[in-house]
């Protein structure tokens, strides 16, 4: 059973602080990794996507990917209150002839004022 | 506007009833899919499709059935089989399968209550 594994959360921060958010996988052989962020009572939305070792930056957020280790990070700098919602990480372990997303349980993230 | 649409956002069907949600994507993406979100737990794929008149079950496709019949249509069937339809039923898409770089976005979801 191919698995993602996030901590449920809530994980709490203030305002201006950075967010770290982590996810493990159990394929070693997947190959693209995601970061949604989801709304309460909303759609998932792309964050960010990362395929290669190291780290990916886009504004405030940097995805951080370690495939020796199976995992992958994402850090949110100067979080805001609007940041406030679950993250879904998501891998495409790229077996057969179909590329279907493996989703975390997704972590809950709070900042506070 | 380029997006994935669906409709009902709200849908509320009584025991026994077969009832569609739609998906309809007017980005040309050849892949499209069907998530299911229960509270508290992660998306789990229902059906995929890669191509017109082509689609293969996910993990819970059990209770459900789908149709191709366009490139850009992807409705989805909760029949009366599945015991538990109360979700939030999200549809996505994507420009091309079987790429390790290919992305899923999705559509604004349904939200099915059995009354």
């Known amino acids: 059973q191919k698995e993602v594994e996030q901590n449920s959360g809530p994980l709490s921060v203030p305002e201006g602080a950075i967010a770290s958010l982590n996810c493990t996988y159990s394929?070693?052989?997947?190959?693209?990794f995601f970061w949604y962020r989801q709304y309460s009572g909303k759609s998932p939305e792309l964050i960010m996507s990362?395929?290669?070792?190291g780290d990916k930056e886009d504004g405030r957020f940097t995805a951080q990917l370690n495939k020796a280790s199976q995992y992958v990070s994402l850090l949110i700098r100067d979080s805001q209150p609007s940041d406030s919602a679950t993250y879904l990480c998501?891998?495409?372990?790229?077996?057969?002839?179909?590329?279907?997303?493996?989703f975390g349980t997704g972590t809950r993230l709070q900042v506070t004022l | 506007d380029g997006g994935i649409t669906q409709s009902p956002k709200y849908l509320f069907r009584k025991e026994g009833q077969n009832v569609t949600l739609s998906c309809e994507q007017n980005?040309?993406?050849?892949?499209m899919y069907w998530y299911r979100q229960d509270p508290g737990q992660g998306l789990r794929l229902i059906y995929y499709?890669?191509?017109?008149?082509?689609?293969q079950k996910g993990d819970i496709a059990e209770g459900y059935s789908v149709s191709r019949e366009k490139k850009e249509s992807f409705p989805l069937t909760v029949t009366s089989a599945q015991k538990n339809p109360t979700a939030f039923y999200l549809c996505?898409?994507?420009?091309?399968?079987?790429?390790?770089?290919?992305?899923?976005?999705f559509g604004p979801g349904t939200r099915l209550t059995v009354l």
């Open positions: 996505a898409s994507s420009i091309d399968q079987g790429r390790f770089t290919d992305t899923q976005y």
């Open positions: 394929d070693r052989g997947s190959q693209s």
């Open positions: 990362i395929y290669s070792n």
């Open positions: 998501a891998v495409n372990p790229l077996t057969g002839t179909a590329s279907k997303l493996t």
């Open positions: 980005l040309n993406h050849d892949a």
């Open positions: 499709s890669q191509i017109v008149n082509d689609f």
